[in-house]
């Protein structure tokens, strides 16, 4: 099993930039599909991006699409969100994911794909 904590979170201006980190310990981490998810306060948690234990193949919720980048390091069991050009409407708390895949080029867009998760970092965007 794998064990996820968040950090990075914090309180931004609209327009500015935060950088998520998940670090990753316990079982093999190169070949777990990695995301991040997020849930605002009385909304549904929603898919934000995932990337696939390779690296290679990435995907972003059509909400963020451009603005955030998932990133992965494999040497230092860690996986990124940058999330740049932030809007008020991504306040929300960032959950980090971790899913078994075969496939290298693999990536999961919903959220019972995925076998362990974090306990979430704030991200707070005032205007």
């Known amino acids: 099993q794998v064990q996820l904590v968040e950090s990075g979170g914090g309180l931004v201006q609209a327009g500015g930039s935060l950088r998520l980190s998940c670090a990753a310990s316990?079982?093999?981490?190169?070949?777990?599909?990695m995301g991040w998810f997020r849930q605002a306060p009385g909304k549904e948690r929603e898919f934000v991006a995932t990337?696939?234990?390779?690296?290679?193949?990435?995907s972003y919720a059509d909400s963020v699409k451009g603005r955030f980048t998932i990133s992965r390091d494999n040497a230092k069991n860690t996986v990124y969100l940058q999330m740049n050009s932030l809007k008020p409407e991504d306040t929300a708390v960032y959950y980090c994911a971790a899913g078994d895949s075969a496939y290298s080029s693999t990536t999961y867009y919903r959220q019972g794909e995925y076998d362990y998760w974090g306990q979430g970092t704030q991200v707070t965007v005032s205007s």
């Open positions: 316990g079982r093999t981490f190169s070949r777990y599909v």
């Open positions: 990337i696939s234990w390779s690296g290679g193949s990435t």
